[in-house]
């Protein structure tokens, strides 16, 4: 990503500087930007276009790039979706990875192998922004992938970034708990930043995205939570803020548009493969515009049902 903001087409500020400091760090090298943890991307289009992004998730990369899992070689599936958006008309603002983007452990191996797979995005100057799901291993991560580690992190010890667009801002948290246990969680020190930071935007429309599924029913003891642990104290953050629109994640490698109250939540598909044979796997180009988001599926197998199908979500 050595490349500057004007040829990326996308614009990348600290939003705290003044608006000199802002002229004077546009001038700086890409390669200090990419370590920044708030950046602004799309305003170089016309105010009045579509903002679009590329949505990847549950990629699962493993260590060798012949492995394969429930019929799927999982690189080969991250290498056509990789082709797919370079081959876009429209280049996106950013493509986002939503966690698991590593197989299993989150090895050394699996990132080495998924950085390897996400160069060509890299050597096409894309905008790559990844989150943390239950598969992940954030210090291996960095290592692998050196411009995602953010010089001071929004939250210490998380993954989050900020993204803000000319329609509406997208925070990306990290609901990874511990590498290789199902069970998600944000925690009240991320929770408390992301109430802080929704009410610090609350003029434009929020999208917020992490990789974990919300677990809403009742707690159990002794029985695993397989979503967000803290979900009643994360809904409690959104809810409490008409801005915020709709939740994004994935994790249960479904796709599926439902509501809870006036929040809209999307899942998005997995890129890997699939734990029900009638869920399609893929990825989602992603539409903003000052009226709302639209996600459209792009299935890997075009035949699918539900390839191209849209789910809007108004505002
Ligand atoms: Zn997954």
Known sequence: MLVTPSCLKVTIVPIHLSSVSRRQFLTQ????LAS??????????????????????????PKTTDTTARGVNMTDNLNRVVRQINALETKPAAVLFNGDCA???GLPEDYANFANSVQPLIDAEQQLHMTMGNHDNIPNFYNALTAQ???????????????????ANLFLLDSLMKTDIVTGELGEAQLKWLAETLDARADKPAIVMAHHTLHMEPIEVGKTIGGIADTAEFL?????????????????HVWAHTKDGDLDLINLPACAYVFNEA?????????????????????????????????????
């Open 29 to 32: 090298s890409a390669a200090a």
């Open 36 to 61: 920044v943890s708030v950046l602004r991307v799309g305003f170089a289009a016309e105010a009045s276009e579509v903002t679009t992004l590329a949505l990847v998730s549950d990629t699962h990369v």
């Open 103 to 105: 197989y299993l452990k």
């Open 149 to 167: 580690r953010p010089e001071k992190p929004l939250v210490a010890s998380k993954h989050v970034t900020v993204l803000e667009t000319p329609h």
């Open 236 to 252: 409690k953050v959104l809810h409490a803020r008409p801005q915020v629109k709709a939740y994004v994640f994935g994790h249960s």
């Open 279 to 315: 869920q399609p796997n893929g990825w989602t180009l992603a539409r903003l515009s000052k009226s709302g988001i639209e996600f459209e599926l792009q299935a890997h197998d075009k035949s699918h049902k539900n390839h191209k199908q849209v789910f809007a979500v108004n505002w």
